[in-house]
């Protein structure tokens, strides 16, 4: 176009006006897109072309890949799943633990008492004995004798403190015991451990008392150890033998004793101290009316 004719100059002049003429129309009118587009549609095989040689030799690349490396590359998959797994089950498990200690606080509103959120880290071997080791210990003020609870219900009570651990004495020990009531109509009984996590004894109740299955029963609050109104268990079993003066009553604890990795210990009212560790041996109910004598 330069290079033919008498004035290239002109010509020159001509191409800076028209491309001048584009830039501004492309600017304030936007009339150059659809042109644009156009040729980009026709340039598409241009720029095939132009990666053609670059897939044609990643194709004869593939061709002669070795098998080793076939296995290198399976086994950079397979672990990079791995953890991909691993963080997804953390993610889970994040997820639960959020969802726990949502439960725990909205639990923990419904008390007046003051809480603080513990962890289990540990399960006491001994397979004759329901404990568990939280990571609360006198360094945060625990002391023996206070409640323990789960989103649920009532766990049980601390039995032994260290400065920075804690034993606690679960519900379904055969050497524990929870004064309660009934919530329908006030019935007060003592609840016992039985060995077994799942199962609680309701005892001292007579046979014309007015008790049904599925009846929840909740700390009453007698013998100072723990504050009335925690759920504890509910009947699951009634057992009335002809002659007998008391009924054989079964309860399934509220709180998931086996399961629950979070848990409340509750400190007693300004000015209060934990009363001694109640057991099956020494029934709260007594306690309560030796002191009421006193």
Do not use: C
């Not at 008498?6 to 010509?11: K, N, Q």
């Not at 006006?17 to 549609?41: H, N």
């Not at 509103?109 to 080791?133: A, C, K, T």
């Not at 007698?222 to 002809?242: M, Q, T």
Request: aromatic share 4%; glycine share 10%; net charge negative.
């Amino acid at each position: 176009m330069f290079v033919q004719g008498p004035v290239p100059g002109l010509r020159l002049l001509l191409v800076i006006i028209v491309s001048a003429a584009l830039i501004v129309a492309d600017q304030q009118f936007d009339r150059v897109t659809p042109v644009r587009s156009t040729l980009a549609t026709g340039l598409t095989p241009v720029y095939w072309l132009g990666n053609a040689p670059n897939q044609f030799s990643g194709w004869v690349a593939g061709l002669f890949t070795t098998r080793e490396d076939v296995q290198q590359e399976n086994e950079g998959l397979k672990a990079r799943l791995l953890i991909l797994e691993r963080r997804a089950l953390k993610y889970a498990a994040l997820a639960s633990e959020n969802n726990e200690l949502r439960r725990l606080m909205n639990s923990s509103e419904l008390l007046d008492d003051r809480v603080i959120v513990s962890e289990v880290v540990g399960v006491s071997p001994d397979p004759y004995s329901h404990e568990v080791v939280i990571n609360k210990g006198r360094s945060d003020g625990l002391q023996v004798g206070q409640a323990v609870l789960d989103a649920h219900g009532l766990m049980g009570q601390v039995v032994q403190t260290s400065q920075i651990t804690s034993r606690v004495l679960l519900v379904s020990d055969s050497s524990h015991a929870v004064p309660v009531e009934v919530v329908r109509n006030g019935l007060r009984a003592i609840l016992l451990g039985t060995g077994d996590s799942g199962t609680l004894d309701l005892v001292h109740v007579p046979d014309t008392a007015d008790i049904r299955e599925g009846d929840l029963l909740v700390s009453s609050g007698l013998g100072g150890r723990f504050p009335r109104g925690y759920p504890v268990a509910e009947v699951s079993l009634i057992n009335k033998e002809p002659g007998e003066p008391f009924v054989s009553i079964r309860a399934r604890p509220k709180a998931q004793l086996n399961q629950s990795r979070l848990v409340l210990v509750v400190f007693s009212p300004k000015g209060e101290s934990p009363a001694e560790p109640e057991t099956g041996d020494n029934p709260p109910a007594t306690e309560s009316a030796q002191e009421g004598q006193g």
